[in-house]
Structures are given as C-alpha cells and as structure tokens.
C-alpha cells in the first residue's frame, strides 16, 4: 500500500487530493481534510515523542487510503487516546504604560476557569506581544482595546492571522460601542464578558471552532453576519471569582512600589472593585454602556475577602477602591466596616476610594473615616456652575461640591478633586472660577484633564457634528489620547494663546498642590532593596530633584 501512495505523485492531485491530519500532545489541526470525500489520500502525521510510541497501540499508519467513515472513526479514536491537555485560550492586554493590573481579563480568566475545563493565560507587559502569543500556541485569541488602543488592536490582530490560523476575539469598550468595527477579528465581545467567553470557548470545546448557526445562540456579540442581543447582567456578582491576579505581573509590575495619583504615600497599592454598573449620564462618559446603568454590588463577605487576600498573598499596603460609586449604598458600607473591624484590616492597609458630592453626608464621612479610608476623590469637574452643568447633566452642583470637601477635610479625609477644562462655551471667567475651586485648601491633589470626545458618549455625537471626529473605522484613533495641551479639539470659544495660558497655570498649581504632599518614611529604604523598584527610580532621576525639593519645602 505504501507503494501505491507513493505513484500518487503531483501529476495526479487532481483525483487524488493529499490531506492532513496533524495530532499533537495538545490539540489537533485538520489542513484540508474533507470527510465527504471517499478515497481521498490522507496523510495523518504524529507530532512528538509520546503520541509517536502511541500511535503504534492504535494503529495509525503513515500513508493509507481511507473511506470517509473510516477516517472519522479514526480520527475521533486518536484524539480520544493522544489528546493530553487543554483547550489555550490566550486574553491580552495592550496598555503597557499602566501601573494598575488588568482586571477585567482576570475576571474572564478566574470565571472560565470556574466553570470549564481551559488553559487561560494573561498576555501583558511583554516587549513583544506577537512574539509572546506565538510562542504560547493559544487555540483562541482574546485581545482587549479601548479606543485609543484599537489601531494597535488591529495591527497586532494582522500580523496574528498571518502566522497562526486561530479564531481572533476583541473585547473592550471600542467594540462595545462601535460594533461595526469588527476587521480582522472574527468574533467581537460586546459588554461585561465573564458569561459569554464562557458560551464561547464551551463551544470551541465541543466543536473544535465557532460555526455561524451557534453563535446565533449566544448573547453579547458581534461577528461579520449579524449583531446578538445584548446581554444581561450578571446577578449576583459573587458569582465570578476574585480576578486571577496569578495569571499577571503582579510582582514585576504592578506591585512596585508607588505613589497613587492621589495620595501622598510612596507605598505597596493596587486597585480592586466592588460594584459595577453607574446610573449617571456624564456627557463624557459611557461607562453605563459596558456595564449598565443599574449598580450591582459584591456582597459584603466577597469585598472583604478579597481585601484579605490582597494583604495577605500580594502583600498590598494600599488598596484604591475604583468604583464609580462606592458610596452610594450606605448600609452596605456598614456590614463592610463591621467586617473589616473584625478582620483587623484597618491595621494592615488603608483605603482611598472614588465619591460623587451629592451623595456625601457627615454619616458617610465617619463611616469611611472608620473604614480606613485615608483620601476620596471627586470628580469635580469644573468651578462653574454654566460648564458643571453641562458636564454632569445638572446631578450636582458647585456648592454640593464645595461642601462635600469642606466636611471631608473636617473629619480628617484627604480630598483628591479631578477637574476638566477645554468645555465647549468655556470662557477666562469659567476658568477662573474653576481655579478658586481647585485652589481650595480644601483640596490635597489635583487631577487635570482636558475634555476628550469618546465614543458612546453624547459628547462624541457633539463632536461628530463639528467634523472633529468620526464613526469611520479608519478614523485617527490617537488623536484621542492627550499627552499635551490641545485647545482644538472641542473648544472655539477662546483664543489658543488664552487657553494655553490657563492650561499652564492648572499644571504648576497641580505640580505645587501634589507634590506638596509627598512623603518620604523608612519604608523607602526597604523599597531600594528591591531591584525592581530600583531599576524603576533610575529611569526617573530627572523627578529626584523635584521629589527632594517639594519634600523639603513642605518640611519649612
């Protein structure tokens, strides 16, 4: 019979076809292999050590001619007996600036692991993404992109389908509100994704691949034929697991310690979140489009445990809070500050946590100050009544601003307020009026921003409007992500020069205000002895001279 294969030479490929079958340790890849065809020349080759000693026990030969049902018997036969491993699903992050961890893909990570049998693996913080996910061999690719971060998204995706045939997802808050914006990916995942990446790699289990009539089943998607149904929040959340934080750098990365952007502490920080969903409609946000408008909550049980595995594994020292609305739920506030006082939490790490002024009372402050909580920060935005309500559509006001700092000083909280500038109709006096406001010895930090049009957002819409921005899926994504002063974007009602000239002004008062805080401890010297962390401060000496010169001022 091996001879017979052998006369089967390129002349006569026209009747008789040479096909693939290619078994590994991990997985299988059919090349061309068409099982409605009989008498079709199929080569099934045994990749590696072990399955090669074990092809003999089940007898597959290197060359034969096989009838259509033959093949798939022993086809199903090889996988049963050589398939070793897992299904490798590889999610990866492109921010490579951030110094806070991905957690919304080691939600999805710690929640497929939960419920199906997967190799998931985190792709972060690498010199070469392309080269990282070709060394790892996934079966399926997961990519995450904000919208600042979809031309790399794509680019990466392209060089992906160029060497590796594997089914491409994105996921993220791009695709979420722009759909249409599929390319080179197969498959996109709109929204919170914990239950539909589990639908999705429960049907590349069973399947080997995606096939168009099942995903019509599955809620929350996007692929080249049609758009699903959105899908329905997960209720409760206490359903998905911590987020698999060994899946990343933690160590090498995101535990190095740092100052956050508000608090005046050198130290050991990360984030972690305890709700989800913002009932708000800022016109520069559209968080509620990911997420939902209705807030769900982690109970209680779920946060604090997950603060003592923070502290007691990953060593934290200082743990952000990044929900959009930590205060909203007061009695919930309350069974946590019981469980912390009955963990002796408060004694190993302390709490910064984000507020919205209108829901802040003395209670609430008390309640945090026992809490542990050390500085809170609000998102401010503006010391003019005119662009505040424009901003946050008439939620809060400049005065319930100015008094949810005043009592927070008062009880002993340091007040972190986020400010915008660059509003449509903004003029010198608004400006102004924002810079009192910012001034206020009631404020600790300062964080600036200049108002950026993204999309899913009505501002977004505004700026469509204007031509400054487009729906285009070849539109300049970059011009998004503001790394210096740009008046132009959304404002024409000042002139350049005035703008900058304020703009300037923000950024010494912010300079001043934050650095005015640092502190330098004992704990400092302990950080140099990691060689991380050194490494970190060599590449920073031009702050040194900054850092010693507020410090010292601060010290007069």
């Not at 008789?16 to 590994?24: A, K, L, P, T």
């Not at 490579?96 to 893909?105: E, F």
Request: proline share 4%; with cysteine.
């Amino acid at each position: 019979m091996g001879e017979q294969a052998e006369k089967c030479s390129t002349s006569s490929l026209s009747r008789c076809r040479e096909s693939y079958v290619i078994i590994s340790g991990r997985k299988h890849i059919k090349d061309n292999l068409s099982f409605g065809i009989v008498g079709e020349r199929v080569k099934i080759l045994i990749v590696g050590g072990r399955e090669s000693q074990e092809s003999s026990k089940i007898g597959i030969h290197t060359w034969t001619f096989l009838s259509s049902l033959a093949i798939k018997f022993l086809f199903k036969s090889a996988i049963l007996k050589l398939r070793s491993g897992q299904m490798k699903l590889a999610l990866v992050s492109l921010n490579k600036t951030s110094s806070d961890p991905p957690l919304g893909l080691a939600y999805i990570a710690s929640y497929l692991k939960k419920h199906v049998d997967v190799d998931v693996i985190i792709i972060d913080k690498e010199r070469s993404l392309l080269k990282k996910v070709l060394d790892e061999k996934p079966d399926v690719v997961g990519i995450s992109a904000m919208s600042t971060e979809f031309p790399t998204a794509r680019s990466l995706a392209a060089k992906i389908k160029r060497q590796l045939e594997i089914p491409l997802l994105i996921g993220g808050h791009h695709i979420t509100v722009m759909p249409s914006h599929l390319a080179e990916f197969d498959i996109g995942v709109c929204g919170e994704g914990e239950q539909t990446m589990l639908e999705l790699m429960k049907i590349y289990e069973k399947d080997g691949g995606f096939h168009k009539d099942k995903l019509k089943s599955i809620k929350g998607i996007v692929t080249h034929h049609f758009v699903s149904e959105i899908r329905e929040p997960i209720q409760p959340l206490d359903l998905i697991p911590f987020p698999a934080r060994d899946l990343l750098k933690m160590k090498e990365f995101y535990l190095l310690p740092r100052r956050m952007d508000f608090s005046g502490n050198l130290s050991i920080c990360t984030i972690m979140f305890t709700s989800r969903g913002c009932p708000y409609n800022c016109i520069f946000c559209s968080s509620w489009k990911f997420w939902g408008r209705r807030p769900r909550f982690f109970s209680p049980k779920y946060v604090v445990e997950e603060m003592k595995e923070l502290i007691d594994k990953w060593k934290v020292e200082q743990i952000l809070i990044y929900d959009d609305l930590f205060v909203l739920n007061i009695r919930r506030i309350n069974e946590i500050v019981k469980l912390i006082k009955e963990e002796r939490i408060k004694e190993k790490v302390e709490f910064l946590v984000l507020g919205k002024a209108n829901l802040i009372n003395r209670g609430v402050c008390e309640l945090l100050k026992e809490m542990g909580v050390v500085t809170i920060s609000f998102g401010l935005e503006s010391g003019s009544e005119k662009i505040l309500s424009y901003l946050k559509t008439g939620t809060v006001t400049v005065e319930q601003n100015r008094r949810a700092t005043k009592l927070c000083k008062e009880i002993g909280l340091q007040v972190t307020g986020s400010f915008i500038i660059g509003n449509p109709g903004e003029n010198e006096e608004d400006l102004a009026q924002t810079y009192c406001l910012a001034e206020s010895s009631n404020i600790d930090f300062i964080e600036l921003n200049q108002l950026t049009p993204l999309p899913g957002t009505e501002l977004w819409e505004l700026a469509k409007k204007r031509d400054i921005v487009s729906d285009d899926i070849g539109f300049d994504w970059l011009k998004l992500r503001l790394t210096e002063c740009r008046p132009d974007l959304l404002m024409n009602d000042m002139e350049r020069t005035t703008y900058m000239k304020w703009f300037r002004k923000f950024e010494e008062l912010k300079r001043r205000k934050n650095y005015r805080k640092l502190v330098i401890n004992r704990q400092l010297f302990k950080y140099l002895l990691n060689p991380a962390f050194a490494k970190k401060c060599l590449r920073h000496t031009y702050e040194i001279p900054i850092f010693l010169k507020n410090y010292l001022r601060r010290r007069e």
